[in-house]
């Protein structure tokens, strides 16, 4: 019969060496919060019962849990830890939200174990279980600088004797480089007996879950380990700098997936993805871009350099450059920058183009339609092989409501053309330069707008005087009378 597991994440610590008011657990790498990561990884093994212990901030903790129990389309129960008082006192508390009759093994990871993935849990369960299930089994590596690490104290015939914290270890077991990750397997009866034993004579006055190991092996129960040399893999998260590190660590293994599964990646250095990007091959990530979100990149697209795209769809072989875009589609060939702004709802249509120092929000471009350069496109939907002059607004707020624009297809609109909502432009229509389009345009037809010019000569120097600008009017014209009478002396 196929033995149950139960996971039990750690979430209940207060991170004071964050310095946050956000809990250390909801901190972000890659996308995702550390409480996020730990509980894709623990679901990914689709344990029985996955139970995480809140404490510290427990409100946000617990609404950030229900989100991810939505997410991940399975039960999350929370366990409260009321009193920080030790690893052993948190699990004690996540215990109580398992099933009294649970026999089967109970894994035990941390929330700010962020690199921790499905496959190492995988293994170190297979560990536990062959040939026959042990009282405990520990996650452990190896490290340069264990200064903070529990210490991994062997036997001479190498099984694991004990876990020494920091605190409580000698000269000799400080020198000692492998380390405890914080992660274990126990079976779940001999876990609660030994539970029981716990006691806070240490430095810290705590119940550390590291005594079991000990309390374990002088019953005389089997206890194992598994060492990944992953060091980084099982890396904790207490201060921003640890946080800064394994978020680097993680884009560059990110990034290292992609390039091997067919993405030109220029510069690796400047480049950043989440972890719920998609990129097909033959993509080109140039220097300065930052993919967020779930934005998927499809093939022979070339985004950057200095591109940052977040929840944005992208076509394949579309070109986006110097361009920041959020909750946008992007056609296939289509091609935006340099300097667009693409807000939430822009939907820009295959071979579309979307020019330097463009805004769109919440508009529908169609397909071979243009908005080349300093235009503005808000609550819109234009149709296909049109093009909007330069310098276009559409003036969707009249400041307490927001209307909308429809421009039909193959229209040419002229520079400086005012769009005020809510306005319809049919099909074939033009627009003359700086018009401003109060009424409906019907298809085929040319709208202008705006009085005949009118020039108020000398109004320069009457209004302005002693200005640059009326000295040099001045000048102008005195040269201008100058070249007359030379011009009538020489026909004379």
């Not at 991170?15 to 657990?25: A, E, I, L, Q």
Request: hydrophobic share 40%.
């Amino acid at each position: 019969m196929q033995v149950q597991t139960a996971m039990i994440v750690l979430a209940a610590g207060a991170g004071t060496r964050m310095r946050s008011k956000t809990p250390k657990v909801l901190h972000t790498l890659g996308g995702r919060s550390m409480l996020s990561h730990s509980l894709h990884a623990a679901s990914a093994v689709d344990p029985a019962h996955l139970v995480v212990v809140v404490g510290h901030e427990r409100e946000r903790v617990e609404e950030a849990v229900a989100d991810l129990a939505k997410e991940l389309g399975r039960t999350v129960t929370i366990a409260v830890q009321d009193a920080q008082n030790g690893t052993g006192h948190a699990v004690q508390c996540g215990l109580t939200q398992l099933p009294e009759d649970f026999t089967g093994t109970i894994v035990v990871t941390a929330a700010d174990v962020p690199l921790l993935d499905a496959d190492t849990i995988g293994e170190l369960l297979e560990t536990h279980a062959d040939p026959e299930p042990a009282a405990v089994t520990v996650l452990t590596t190896t490290v340069t600088e264990p200064t903070g690490y529990g210490r991994i104290v062997r036997t001479t015939d190498g099984d694991v004797a004990s876990i020494v914290e920091e605190k409580d270890a000698t000269a000799a077991e400080r020198a000692i480089t492998e380390v405890n990750s914080g992660v274990y397997a126990f079976d779940a009866a001999r876990l609660r007996t030994s539970l029981g034993e716990l006691s806070t004579d240490n430095a810290q006055g705590e119940l550390y879950l590291t005594d079991v190991i000990g309390i374990a092996r002088g019953r005389g129960d089997v206890v194992r380990a598994v060492h990944t040399d992953d060091a980084m893999r099982v890396a904790g998260v207490n201060d921003r700098v640890q946080l800064a590190a394994l978020t680097s660590e993680l884009n560059r293994r990110l990034l290292e997936r992609w390039m091997r599964e067919g993405v030109t990646v220029l510069d690796p250095s400047t480049t950043w993805v989440d972890v719920e990007v998609v990129l097909a091959p033959d993509v080109t990530l140039h220097p300065g871009v930052q993919l967020l979100g779930r934005t998927a990149i499809a093939e022979d697209a070339e985004i950057g350099p200095d591109t940052t795209l977040t929840d944005v769809q992208v076509g394949a072989g579309a070109s986006v450059v110097r361009t920041h875009g959020s909750g946008a589609t992007i056609g296939a060939y289509a091609t935006v920058g340099p300097f667009s702004y693409l807000r939430p709802g822009t939907e820009l249509g295959a071979h579309g183009k979307l020019g330097g120092f463009v805004e769109t929000k919440n508009a529908q471009i169609g397909a071979h339609s243009k908005v080349p350069h300093l235009t503005y496109v808000g609550d819109a939907e234009i149709g296909e092989h049109s093009n909007i002059g330069a310098s276009s607004v559409f003036v969707n707020y009249d400041g307490v409501e927001k209307y909308r624009t429809v421009v039909g297809s193959h229209v040419r609109t002229g520079s400086d053309t005012m769009f005020v909502a809510p306005v319809n432009v049919g099909d074939g229509a033009y627009t003359g330069a700086g018009t401003v389009l109060r009424r409906d345009v019907p298809p085929g037809a040319l709208a202008v707008s705006g009085a005949p010019q009118r020039n108020i000569e000398g109004w320069v120097q009457r209004n302005r005087a002693g200005t640059a600008a009326a000295e040099a009017a001045s000048q102008a014209q005195q040269a201008e009378q100058d070249h007359e009478r030379q011009k009538d002396g020489q026909d004379q």
